[in-house]
């Protein structure tokens, strides 16, 4: 099938529009038309050469749309319906067939490896192989093959081409708070770092009821749309200490505390805000992968302080999304107040948007004319 994809050339690049070819489906192998497709930090980590990606290739792991075509095998899903892209998984491992897929053994050659399991790649340009294979996906694109194990089916009611960011950042946010750490009512969650993630956090709290939700976020614009989104409190890392200004609201620390941003010293400034028993939870990819937090080891054992990494907040995506599109349905979960929708064809400018903080998530939309002649 010939598609046009937003091509990365080279690490640092601009992404190009171009035209590929996009193989038939295999087995297990499902055909997604693009309706939308959100704009992650960790697509851009793996342009700018902080995550391993072949390139040139096509990029994109928060994708939405309609099932055009499948391969042998499938049962999951028909043409005609309605999907969810997210991460992809081998299915067989200990974590997979435990219902942890987030935390799948083949989790990098799965998502980051640019080509099938066998070694071929599903897009080509003249005959030349492209990275793909992203997230089980590469959704910068019109068109895209998925995998059974990464394809979550949807209403056919549901506003489809605003639906990508749950296959990834929304789901990792919120699995946060409802999954990873399972956050009791009425204590104090501490969000460092008010984008996607962060804010779709903030949402999970409100549906878990906690008591507090502070977000630390140094742009004025997203502490006033984390307050508006349920925050009880918001926080400039400017202004004062950041561990005085959390003791001020509650003078005992908080119960929990995520990372969003990847940068070690707003976590290591956050160790000293925690109370007891409190746990905290990584999720910001740091630039430097060297990159590591100074934990104080006589005040995490006096404490208890539980220190966890999570991916994909421990998200099953065949169960969580549902649920979280039924949070939505019943106005409990509005995701859809972090998106702003940009055409496909300004992906770029996108980029830039998305840098100097002008949106929070920018979800690609596709428009008429942009498949290849």
Do not use: W
Not at 254 to 267: H, R, S, W
């Amino acid at each position: 099938m010939d598609i046009t994809a937003a091509v990365a050339a080279e690490i640092g690049g601009e992404f190009s529009l171009q035209p590929a070819a996009l193989a038939e489906p295999g087995p297990g192998e499902i055909v997604v038309e693009i309706a939308g497709v959100g704009l992650c930090h960790t697509d851009l980590a793996a342009k700018d050469g902080h995550l391993p990606f072949p390139l040139p290739g096509v990029l994109g792991h928060e994708g939405s749309g309609v099932v055009v075509a499948v391969g042998a095998g499938i049962t999951k899903v028909a043409a005609g319906d309605k999907v969810v892209l997210s991460f992809n998984s081998c299915g067989r491992c200990r974590e997979c067939l435990d219902g942890e897929p987030a935390y799948c053994h083949d989790f990098m050659s799965h998502n980051f490896g640019g080509a099938r399991p066998d070694g071929t790649s599903t897009l080509h340009q003249q005959g030349v192989a492209l990275g793909s294979e992203f997230f089980g996906q590469s959704s910068f694109a019109t068109h895209a093959i998925a995998h059974e194990r990464n394809v979550v089916k949807v209403a056919d009611d549901a506003p489809v081409e605003l639906l990508g960011p749950l296959g990834c950042g929304v789901q990792t946010g919120a699995g946060a708070v409802l999954n990873s750490m399972d956050c009791l009512p009425g204590r104090t969650l501490l969000v460092l770092g008010g984008g996607s993630v962060g804010l779709s956090a903030v949402l999970a709290g409100v549906v878990r009821e906690l008591q507090r939700i502070i977000v630390i976020e140094p742009h004025a614009d997203r502490r006033d749309l984390a307050l508006s989104l349920g925050a009880t409190h918001v926080i400039d890392p400017g202004a004062e200490p950041l561990a005085e200004q959390v003791r001020a609201i509650v003078p005992d620390g908080a119960d929990y505390a995520i990372d969003t941003t990847g940068i070690p010293d707003v976590l290591n400034q956050a160790l000293q805000a925690l109370g007891h028993r409190s746990k905290v939870g990584i999720i910001g990819v740091p630039s430097d992968p060297e990159a590591a937090m100074a934990l104080p080891l006589i005040q995490a054992q006096v404490l208890g302080v539980r220190v966890m990494g999570i991916v994909e907040g421990d998200s099953d995506p065949d169960v969580f999304i549902p649920e979280l599109l039924e949070l939505h349905r019943t106005g409990r979960f509005p995701f859809d107040k972090l998106i702003k929708t940009m055409p496909f064809s300004q992906i770029n400018e996108a980029v830039a948007a998305q840098h100097q903080g002008a949106a929070v998530k920018i979800v690609l939309v596709h428009e008429r004319g942009e498949e290849p002649a």
